[in-house]
């Protein structure tokens, strides 16, 4: 058995209006909280002690995830008053993650990596810590990390699009967010203020001769946090499953409406003629028969009331009882 923790303290800003009423962890996905899905996945892999960092609306993680039992582990709670970046995480999770090899994973993506592959290269390679890495061959906005002989070189800047690269051949790795710790690597993470692991412990590790090791995946992978992505993300997952649509406890789709690609939060409640496509409703919100959403996200408009929206969210407008912003990014 193993230990995990799993990084949720952001603010999930570009989930925005989204996370209005609930921290990022807390929303729902595939039928359980976002970070319910990702705690079953770490458990596939025998992780049965998980830790899970909160910030933002903290509340609403422990009351969607309780004890973890019904994930399958045993959730602990670690409160950031202020954020303290991810190795500033794991700094204040020590007492819980100390001790013996501990897996952490961004608590923000879906994936079905092949954790057991990954930790026999760990120790392969004799490894402080061993980050598991993808090939980028759309040339995403993720970092490049560079890699040398089976070890972490560096991280790099986004990569070039294949018409401005000279080596459109050569497909550059991306970081998961998923990695395998030994504990020493808290002698290379400062108490008790903010750090990052890839900017300042993992740079410094390296430079004192330590192998941090790479673990190259071709698992399925996504990442979620914009609502296109979270949208995106949830339609292919439900179309392997054989269905385009998904609805939480206490919703009720008129048997008449036209909804297609579509995830539908809690007490959502669509009238007859009503039109969705490609849309996330929001937790609590009525569709009137009259009313066409497409590609847009809707939540109820007294959430929005009174808010500031984040620099990075979606904009929208008060349509009747609902707000709607169009899906861009």
């Not at 980028?136 to 890699?147: G, I, K, M, Q, Y």
């Not at 979620?224 to 206490?250: C, F, K, M, P």
């Not at 297609?260 to 919100?285: F, K, Q, S």
Request: net charge negative.
């Amino acid at each position: 058995m193993m230990r995990a923790m799993i990084l949720a303290a952001g603010y999930g800003t570009r989930l925005w209006p989204l996370t209005i009423d609930r921290a990022k962890p807390a929303i729902p996905f595939m039928g359980q909280p976002l970070v319910g899905y990702v705690a079953e996945y770490l458990a596939r892999f025998g992780c049965d002690e998980v830790v899970v960092n909160l910030h933002h609306q903290a509340q609403t993680v422990r009351d969607a995830l309780g004890d973890g039992r019904h994930f399958g582990v045993r959730m602990h709670y670690v409160e950031e008053p202020v954020i303290l970046g991810t190795s500033g995480a794991l700094d204040n999770a020590r007492q819980l993650l100390d001790g013996d090899t501990f897996i952490v994973i961004n608590g923000k993506i879906a994936t079905d990596i092949d954790l057991s592959d990954a930790l026999r290269t760990h120790r392969a390679a004799n490894a402080i810590a061993t980050l598991i890495l993808k090939p980028n061959p759309r040339r995403e906005r993720f970092s490049t990390v560079l890699v040398d002989g089976g070890l972490l070189q560096r991280f790099g800047s986004h990569p070039q699009t294949p018409l401005e690269s000279d080596n459109a051949d050569d497909v550059p790795l991306m970081f998961t967010g998923i990695q395998i710790l030994e504990p020493r690597i808290f002698s290379y993470i400062p108490r008790g203020v903010f750090s990052h692991s890839t900017t300042e412990v993992y740079p410094q590790a390296i430079a004192r001769g330590e192998r941090i090791a790479a673990h190259v995946s071709d698992g399925m992978w996504h990442e979620l946090s914009t609502i296109r992505r979270y949208l995106e993300t949830s339609i292919e997952l439900l179309q392997h499953e054989g269905r385009d649509v998904i609805a939480g406890q206490d919703s009720h789709v008129s048997v008449s409406a036209d909804v297609r690609e579509a995830v539908l939060w809690e007490n959502v409640t669509v009238d007859a003629g009503a039109r969705i496509r490609r849309a996330v409703i929001g937790a609590g919100v009525h569709v009137g028969g009259a009313e066409v959403f497409e590609n847009v996200v809707v939540v109820r408009a007294e959430l929005v009331e009174g808010t500031a929206r984040p620099p990075q969210a979606l904009a929208g407008e008060m349509r009747g009882a609902n707000f709607v912003a169009p899906i861009m990014g």
